[in-house]
């Protein structure tokens, strides 16, 4: 019988915990007494939704430790992040470390875990848009840098780790997480209040979600692609949960468009259910991406740039840019049924969890 492993599992931001949610089941299925996992949240998402029905609604337990850093620039949450990682290291060593994503908690923590000497797995290691203008760019860079394991969402990120000298022994092509999520509670999902408050129907409104700098920062950028959208909808609804770094701007716009429907962001379970249900997304995300792929809903992604080709190459998803003609004629081929049909990817089949738990336990 191996020794009990001790594994922190750092996460910060929403959709962090939508990853992490299917390693922590997993664990408690398949880990038994073999693996103590603690779950760190750093804070830098916060809010009440998130501190507790995002928990029950994940069926994850509440954060063993929670740094509360809140908002601040990326140096304020980088070096708090750490400060405070390196405090509940000392106070308690782990074995492992887990990192997902490309954002500053994780990039904190994994820099913080190498320098104590502790061993650092990523998942969705490998993704790259190419574009280091993009903070995120920047993050994954880094911890796939220093990452002793890496465990990635497509062969091709696996191909591109090898081809920068990385062990092929420590690399492990095991799927989506988010995907293993919303496939546990895809028969699960909650209409949403606003659903019959504004007297929606399937297939016949727009969702948008917008928070990247470039998009939102310039109010004159962020209300041309705004009225781009709405005047090209065919009066269709648009559904837009504003991300708090762009309700300050859109506040400063006082923006008053019939058929736009400015919400607080939703539950987990209620923007997915909003998804499954539209007729087409516009997005600055790349989880939404991966999320449309999976449900087959047409998905345009406004930047130059992604980090999941896959959901261009196999998925619903088409990569637009900002340009207002070019998003013209993209909502023109939406509305006339000309819209292409996705595919899934390889391994998006809900037990990526597993794989990486089995993989912690039998081959780290």
């Known amino acids: 019988m191996k020794n009990t492993l001790k594994i922190d599992i750092v996460a910060g931001t929403r959709p962090n915990f939508v990853k992490i949610a299917a390693l922590i089941h997993s664990i408690v299925e398949k880990g038994n007494d073999r693996i103590k996992y603690r779950l760190v949240h750093t804070g830098q998402h916060y809010s009440d939704s998130l501190n507790t029905s995002f928990f029950e609604q994940l069926n994850i337990p509440q954060p063993h430790i929670n740094f509360n850093v809140g908002s601040g620039s990326q140096a304020f949450q980088t070096a ?6 390196e405090m509940a290291i000392i106070d308690e060593m782990p074995d492992l470390c887990i990192v997902v994503g490309d954002v500053n908690s994780s990039m904190a923590t994994a820099i913080t875990a190498k320098k104590m ?6 998942v969705e290691a490998g993704i790259r848009s190419g574009d280091r203008d993009m903070p995120e760019e920047i993050n994954r860079i880094i911890i796939d840098s220093i990452s002793d394991y890496f465990f990635t969402t497509t062969a091709e990120a696996k191909s591109l780790l090898i081809n920068q000298g990385k062990h092929e022994k420590n690399i492990f092509f095991v799927g989506n997480t988010m995907i293993d999520t919303l ?16 007297g929606l129907q399937n297939n016949s409104y727009l969702i948008l979600t917008l928070h990247r700098p470039n998009n939102v920062d310039d109010a004159q950028k962020l209300l041309q692609l705004i ?3 709405t005047k090209n909808c065919h009066n269709h609804p648009i559904i837009f949960p504003v991300h708090p770094r762009t309700e300050k701007i859109l506040n400063a716009l006082s923006i008053r468009i019939p058929n736009l429907n400015l919400t607080p962001p939703l539950p987990y379970l209620e923007f997915v259910y909003l998804l499954e249900h539209s007729k087409g997304i516009l997005t600055d995300s790349g989880g939404i991406t991966e999320e449309a792929t999976l449900l087959n ?3 345009m992604t406004l930047r130059d740039t992604t980090e999941r080709p896959e959901t261009v190459s196999l998925g619903t998803n088409e ?3 900002t340009n207002p003609k070019v998003i013209k004629e993209a ?6 049924g000309t819209w292409k049909e996705g595919k899934i990817p390889d391994l998006w089949d809900g037990k990526t969890g597993d794989r990486i738990v089995e993989i912690i336990l039998n081959k780290i």
């Open 331 to 336: 909502l023109k081929r939406l509305f006339n």
């Open 227 to 229: 009225e781009t959208i």
């Open 319 to 321: 990569l637009l840019g």
């Open 297 to 299: 809903i047409p998905c």
């Open 117 to 122: 000497k502790v061993k650092l797995a990523h």
């Open 80 to 85: 708090e992040i750490m400060m405070k990682y």
């Open 183 to 198: 496939l546990k509670f895809k028969d699960h999902l909650i209409e949403p209040a606003l659903f019959k408050e504004l």
